[in-house]
């Protein structure tokens, strides 16, 4: 999908000026379009031709959109669906995102908007290519690093390549993963790995650590005056960054108000100082990261969608280090050399008990809390390796499960750190049956987020046959 000449467009509504209208302005910006009036003619008219993308109405008659969705994600995967909803359904478009919807819209239609959908989707389809182009080329080396990452497990070697390809635009980015994952690292390894980065300012917000009158100031800056305490102007982090990356920890933690002035830099690049009529621009790229689950946050009127949809242009989910287990090893060796180096200490290794231990413990703490433990041994550690005797209480008193432990009241509510030896399949279903099919109570027993347990529903195939749980 690299032009638009090639990009097939089928649209799905039961209002024929709607879907005739809708066409035409399509048309107009090079795609090729057809159109239809209900879901069983866009299933009938996919099995005869290949569509790249699929618009469709979320209100139809005998078939409504989410079904018409369900179906399409099944039997034709690589097609891209984007729904239209009344304004204001907000309950609906959450609900087609999890059902695999790429984007959605609101009726009645903007051409700018719709436009603007299509290209994202066009753009992510064309980085997805190139990056299938640098995996095969790099297929044959296995990176164990990249800037200050360390790990070689397949799930890193494919956020490797993104970087890759992403640290050449200036592309928004929006990371998650769970707290200790390593964002703030990611973050500097996108910036660091562009060809200019040693000319271009890197600045990082720590958004959830400052009351909002704080924080708007610490972004957009304030002229004296401006409240209590504003003794003189002060630059903000934006104009700091100019030219480079601004990166913006805990994104989750802006209030609403702020929220509106952040997607105003996003969409126009625009802002004020605190107290100041002066508008000035923004030339900055912007990676975010959170470890909350922004859709729920949508939901729950927390988190403007919008927002999210501005932010989450490229979005880079970091696995939690108890999902990469083969890092772990490489990973100690790094730490130990790292702080037996500060400490001036002479440690070569870790013993095979001790390793034995770190690689069956969960690391709820992540990346993080692996180094603290690493560091603290490193301390502590009299001879050439690290022992056991150097391991934390905390860690040697929660050992992992063996093979074959399953509690006497069996798996149903066992959470997922204590039982990843048992099958994770049987595990999700008896949690769900538990929960009544509940999905954020099951998440919740389970230990894991909600994007988390529609990823493995999807894996173990659970989506279609959830109703008979």
Same mark, same amino acid.
């Given at each position: 999908m690299v032009s638009?000449? %090639?990009?097939?467009?089928?649209?799905?509504?039961?209002?024929? /000026?709607?879907?005739? *209208?809708?066409?035409? !302005?399509? $048309?107009?910006?090079?795609?090729?379009?057809? %159109?239809?009036?209900?879901?069983?003619?866009?299933?009938?008219? /996919?099995?005869?031709? *290949?569509?790249?993308? !699929?618009? $469709?109405?979320?209100?139809?008659?005998?078939?409504?959109?989410?079904?018409?969705?369900?179906?399409?994600?099944?039997?034709?995967?690589?097609?891209?669906?984007?729904?239209?909803?009344?304004?204001?359904s907000i309950e609906s478009a959450v609900q087609a995102i999890r059902e695999g919807a790429v984007d959605y819209v609101t009726k009645p239609l903007i051409d700018e908007e719709i436009k603007q959908v299509i290209g994202r989707i066009v753009q992510e389809h064309k980085l997805a290519d190139e990056n299938k182009y640098l995996h095969k080329k790099l297929e044959s080396t296995i990176r164990q690093q990249c800037h200050d990452i360390i790990g070689k497990s397949f799930q890193m070697q494919k956020i490797y390549d993104l970087i890759d390809i992403i640290s050449l635009t200036n592309t928004t980015v929006l990371i998650s993963g769970e707290s200790g994952t390593g964002k703030r690292l990611l973050a500097h390894a996108i910036h660091h790995t562009r060809p200019d980065a040693a000319s271009k300012a890197f600045v990082e917000v720590s958004c959830g650590a400052l009351p909002e009158t704080l924080l708007e100031s610490e972004l957009f800056g304030h002229v004296k005056g401006a409240f209590t305490g504003a003794i003189k102007d002060r630059v903000g982090r934006f104009e700091s960054a100019e030219g480079g990356t601004i990166f913006l920890d805990e994104i989750d933690g802006f209030t609403l108000a702020l929220q509106v002035k952040l997607l105003r830099v996003l969409q126009d690049g625009e802002y004020e100082r605190v107290g100041e009529t002066k508008t000035r621009k923004a030339n900055v790229r912007i990676i975010a990261a959170t470890n909350q689950n922004l859709l729920d946050l949508i939901a729950q009127g927390k988190f403007r969608n919008d927002l999210y949809y501005r932010l989450n242009i490229i979005s880079i989910e970091i696995p939690p280090l108890r999902e990469r287990k083969e890092d772990v090893s490489l990973l100690v060796e790094h730490f130990i050399e790292k702080h037996s180096r500060q400490l001036n200490k002479k440690i070569h290794g870790i013993s095979d008990e001790a390793m034995n231990i770190l690689l069956g413990y969960q690391w709820p703490g992540n990346v993080r809390e692996l180094?603290?433990?690493?560091?603290?041994?490193?301390?502590?550690?009299?001879?050439?390796?690290?022992?056991?005797?150097?391991?934390?209480?905390?860690?040697?008193?929660?050992?992992?499960?063996p093979l074959n432990a399953i509690s006497a009241n069996g798996t149903a509510g066992a959470s997922l750190k204590d039982a990843l030896k048992n099958p994770e399949r049987k595990i999700i279903i008896e949690a769900l049956?538990?929960?009544?099919?509940?999905?954020?109570?099951?998440?919740?027993?389970?230990?894991?987020?909600?994007?988390?347990?529609?990823?493995?529903?999807?894996?173990?195939?659970?989506?279609?046959s959830e109703k008979k749980l």
């Amino acid at each position: 999908m690299v032009s638009m000449n %090639h990009i097939r467009i089928l649209i799905v509504d039961d209002d024929s /000026l709607v879907r005739r *209208s809708l066409c035409e !302005v399509l $048309s107009l910006e090079g795609y090729y379009c057809a %159109h239809v009036s209900k879901g069983s003619e866009a299933l009938s008219k /996919l099995k005869e031709t *290949s569509f790249d993308i !699929v618009i $469709s109405d979320m209100k139809m008659p005998e078939m409504d959109g989410i079904e018409l969705l369900k179906k399409i994600k099944a039997d034709f995967a690589s097609t891209a669906v984007i729904m239209m909803t009344g304004f204001g359904s907000i309950e609906s478009a959450v609900q087609a995102i999890r059902e695999g919807a790429v984007d959605y819209v609101t009726k009645p239609l903007i051409d700018e908007e719709i436009k603007q959908v299509i290209g994202r989707i066009v753009q992510e389809h064309k980085l997805a290519d190139e990056n299938k182009y640098l995996h095969k080329k790099l297929e044959s080396t296995i990176r164990q690093q990249c800037h200050d990452i360390i790990g070689k497990s397949f799930q890193m070697q494919k956020i490797y390549d993104l970087i890759d390809i992403i640290s050449l635009t200036n592309t928004t980015v929006l990371i998650s993963g769970e707290s200790g994952t390593g964002k703030r690292l990611l973050a500097h390894a996108i910036h660091h790995t562009r060809p200019d980065a040693a000319s271009k300012a890197f600045v990082e917000v720590s958004c959830g650590a400052l009351p909002e009158t704080l924080l708007e100031s610490e972004l957009f800056g304030h002229v004296k005056g401006a409240f209590t305490g504003a003794i003189k102007d002060r630059v903000g982090r934006f104009e700091s960054a100019e030219g480079g990356t601004i990166f913006l920890d805990e994104i989750d933690g802006f209030t609403l108000a702020l929220q509106v002035k952040l997607l105003r830099v996003l969409q126009d690049g625009e802002y004020e100082r605190v107290g100041e009529t002066k508008t000035r621009k923004a030339n900055v790229r912007i990676i975010a990261a959170t470890n909350q689950n922004l859709l729920d946050l949508i939901a729950q009127g927390k988190f403007r969608n919008d927002l999210y949809y501005r932010l989450n242009i490229i979005s880079i989910e970091i696995p939690p280090l108890r999902e990469r287990k083969e890092d772990v090893s490489l990973l100690v060796e790094h730490f130990i050399e790292k702080h037996s180096r500060q400490l001036n200490k002479k440690i070569h290794g870790i013993s095979d008990e001790a390793m034995n231990i770190l690689l069956g413990y969960q690391w709820p703490g992540n990346v993080r809390e692996l180094e603290n433990v690493i560091e603290r041994a490193t301390v502590l550690a009299k001879g050439p390796l690290i022992q056991v005797s150097d391991i934390p209480d905390s860690i040697l008193s929660q050992p992992a499960q063996p093979l074959n432990a399953i509690s006497a009241n069996g798996t149903a509510g066992a959470s997922l750190k204590d039982a990843l030896k048992n099958p994770e399949r049987k595990i999700i279903i008896e949690a769900l049956e538990k929960c009544k099919g509940n999905k954020k109570e099951t998440a919740k027993i389970l230990g894991i987020n909600r994007t988390t347990l529609y990823k493995k529903l999807n894996h173990y195939g659970l989506v279609s046959s959830e109703k008979k749980l």
